[in-house]
Each structure stands twice: as C-alpha cells, then as structure tokens.
T-cell receptor
C-alpha cells in the first residue's frame, strides 16, 4: 500500500473489556513502532519491532499492554481490561533502517475511548 | 537520555508573518532531530529532519530548521505563514539511526494563523 494503515479508526469500549488495534506497515519496512498520544502525556513511545529481533517493550505502561508482529508485517496492539486512562490515539509507524526510507512514517491512528 | 522541550504550546501568527516554533533538546549522543506536523484527525507527517549533515535543513511546505549545537536547539521557521499551515507541530529526537530507534517527542505546539 501507499502508506501505513491502521484499523479501526475509532473504537469505543467499556472499562474492563479487551481491545485489539491493528497496524499494516508500508510494504518492505522492517521496523514498526507503536506510540500513544494522549492529552496529559503527549506522544509516548510504546513498543518497537525490528526484523526478527526481540521487540523493545520499554515503553509499555503496564502488563495489560502487549503487541505482536506476525510474519514481520502486520502488528496488533492488545490492551486487556481497559481503563479510562487508556483513552488516547494510538499511532503506528514503520521504517526501513539503513536505507533511504529510514524515516518513520506514521499511520492515521486509532482513537480509543474507554467509557 | 534524550528529551525535547517545545516552548509555547500555542503560537498565533498573522497570515504572511514569520513562523518561529522553538525546540530545545537534550541528548547524550549526537542527535537526529525531526519536525513533524499533524493536521486535525490525521497522523503525523514528516516536515524535515537533521541527521548530522547540513545544519540548515529545508523541508516541505517552505519550512526550514537550523541545528545549533551550542544552543541545543532546532527551531522551525517559515518566512511567510499560510492559512494551510494551521496545525500542531512536534519536535522529536532520536538516538542513532533515524529509523532504527524510537522517537522522543516534545509536547507539541499548536499553530494558529490569523487571516
């Protein structure tokens, strides 16, 4: 595809429910990132995948957050037992380190609202 | 550790006036620096980046930024503001390769252009 895509674009859920957010990176990009954008915290790094290496999970705020990247392409961010403070825009980005495409390109985000 | 400070969460300029958005960084290694723009309900779009080449970096839409090591700054400028420049602007720093490390973002500056 032409860019990074994310789904759903909007998600409303009830406190305590689990949610899954999907990211389709630019084809061929080996690096994939998740960030969270919230009113009180600005833009925060969550997790980073690079090729077959173990992901950098240093930004995940709690053990309720997890992410997978299957086949080196699509990634899913899962939030278990959602809390109201999880409400934010979740942004995905991809890049191709060591090439002319090493800049991170961002998707449009998933806006999550936890009621 | 890296961090970014953007002075002024809101900046208003008249159409045709100079745009100056301030960014100061801290980094323990030579930084890679970025400016991203976010239009309402959209993802982040790269405006320009500094990766240790020329200190004056030109980006899209007539924006440019100058890396000043002595001042640890990377301010964004545009000689003449257009109405279409109204958006939120984020400065970011990365350690090492631009695409292979997570980005640390400032809290953003919302630019308003007054007709």
């Amino acid at each position: 595809g032409a860019g990074v895509s994310q789904s759903p674009s909007n998600k409303v859920t009830e406190k305590g429910k689990d949610v899954e957010l999907r990211c389709d990176p630019i084809s061929g990009h080996t690096a994939l990132y998740w960030y969270r954008q919230s009113l009180g915290q600005g833009l925060e790094f969550l997790i980073y995948f690079q090729g077959n290496s173990a992901p950098d999970k240093s930004g995940l705020p709690s053990d309720r957050f997890s992410a997978e990247r299957t086949g080196g392409s699509v990634s899913t961010l899962t939030i278990q037992r959602t809390q109201q403070e999880d409400s934010a825009v979740y942004l995905c980005a991809s890049s191709s380190p060591g090439t002319s495409e090493e800049t991170q390109y961002f998707g449009p985000g998933t806006r999550l609202l936890v009621l | 550790a890296q961090s970014v400070t953007q002075l002024g969460s809101h900046v208003s300029v008249s159409e045709g006036a100079l745009v100056l958005l301030r960014c100061n960084y801290s980094s323990s290694v030579p930084p890679y620096l970025f400016w991203y723009v976010q239009y309402p309900n959209q993802g982040l779009q790269l405006l320009l980046k500094y990766t240790s080449a020329a200190t004056l970096v030109k980006g899209i839409n007539g924006f440019e930024a100058e890396f000043k090591k002595s001042e640890t700054s990377f301010h964004l400028t545009k000689p003449s503001a257009h109405m279409s420049d109204a958006a939120e602007y984020f400065c970011a720093v990365s350690e090492g390769s631009a695409g292979a490390n997570n980005l640390f973002f400032g809290t953003g500056t919302r630019l308003t252009v007054i007709p």
